[in-house]
Structure formats: structure tokens, C-alpha cells
């Protein structure tokens, strides 16, 4: 995939995928909540940060308890803009957040309703992010609590 960095609003892409998973959030009963300003600009490939940006929601509806909120969270940090998608579903430990990125030690995982996981979204997205100059940052609080995913863009990747 050719790297074409362009300024963009978040905002965009946000909107666009949260439109695409109406259906399945729905099917679920999940509550999606975003929190993006809408001046929140960032310099990347907005089709692999689109990638990113669906792989992680895709994620998260998988593993969702149903009757439960996903937050997509966009912000302003010092050092650039964080993006971060929030489920409370199942969770992770920190041996299965230890393998993220390993292809060899990838996980194979099943959703809340039977789907399947195979652990390449996120290895794809790492890959992606890296290309971005960005950063991912998993965090769960351990079985069953939920995850929280982050992708770190940096401000002084500029034209």
C-alpha cells in the first residue's frame, strides 16, 4: 500500500465508520460514543488510519458484551492526538496483551457471540500505525472488564 500522508479532520473517518457498523452495533445492542472535536486534524494516510480506525471498532463490537457502550475517544495530547476505542467486554490479560503484534504468537480468539479472531487486525494495524509514525497502546484491566485500545499520532510528523 503506497504511504500518502494528507491533513485531515479525525472527525471524518469517525463519522464514516461509525455509519458502516450501525448494523452490527445495533444486532448487539451496543451504544456507541464518540467524544471527537471536530478541529482535531492529523497528518497520515487517511485510507490506513481508516483501516486502523475500523479494525479497531470491528474489534470491539466482537468481543462487546451486548447491551453495553463502545467510546471512541479523540484528543489533543501534547505531544500529538490520540484516538482511542473503549469496549467493556471481555478483556484481556496481559499475556495475551504481551503476544500483540507477534505474528507468530498470534491469538485466536471468539467473540461474545461466537465470532472469530484471529489476531492479524491488530498486527495489521501496528504495521500501519508504524508507517503513520504513530504508535498502539493496548490496556485492560484483565478478564472480563473491557479494553482500551489507543493509537498515539505525533504533531511534528507535518508536510
Request: charged share 25%; glycine share 14%.
Given at each position: 500500500i503506497p504511504y500518502q500522508p494528507v491533513q485531515f479532520h479525525l472527525i471524518e473517518l469517525v463519522r464514516k465508520?461509525?455509519?458502516f457498523f450501525t448494523l452490527s452495533l445495533s444486532n448487539k445492542s451496543l451504544q456507541l460514543v464518540v467524544d471527537c472535536p471536530e478541529e482535531i486534524e492529523i497528518y497520515a494516510d487517511r485510507d490506513m488510519v481508516d483501516v486502523i480506525l475500523r479494525n479497531l471498532l470491528s474489534n470491539a463490537i466482537k468481543f462487546s458484551h451486548p447491551n453495553t457502550m463502545i467510546d471512541i475517544t479523540v484528543s489533543q495530547?501534547?505531544?500529538g492526538v490520540s484516538l482511542q476505542v473503549r469496549d467493556r467486554g471481555l478483556g484481556m490479560t496481559s499475556e495475551q496483551i504481551a503476544k500483540i503484534g507477534r505474528i507468530e504468537q498470534r491469538m485466536l480468539n471468539t467473540g461474545t457471540?461466537?465470532?472469530?479472531?484471529?489476531g492479524l487486525g491488530l498486527i495489521l494495524c501496528m504495521s500501519?500505525?508504524?508507517?503513520?509514525?504513530?504508535?498502539?497502546?493496548v490496556e485492560s484491566e484483565g478478564q472480563g472488564k473491557g479494553t482500551s485500545i489507543t493509537v498515539l499520532f505525533e504533531t511534528s510528523r507535518r508536510k
Open positions: 465508520n461509525a455509519s495530547q501534547q505531544y457471540r461466537g465470532e472469530k479472531g484471529s500501519l500505525a508504524r508507517t503513520n509514525g504513530a504508535r498502539i497502546e
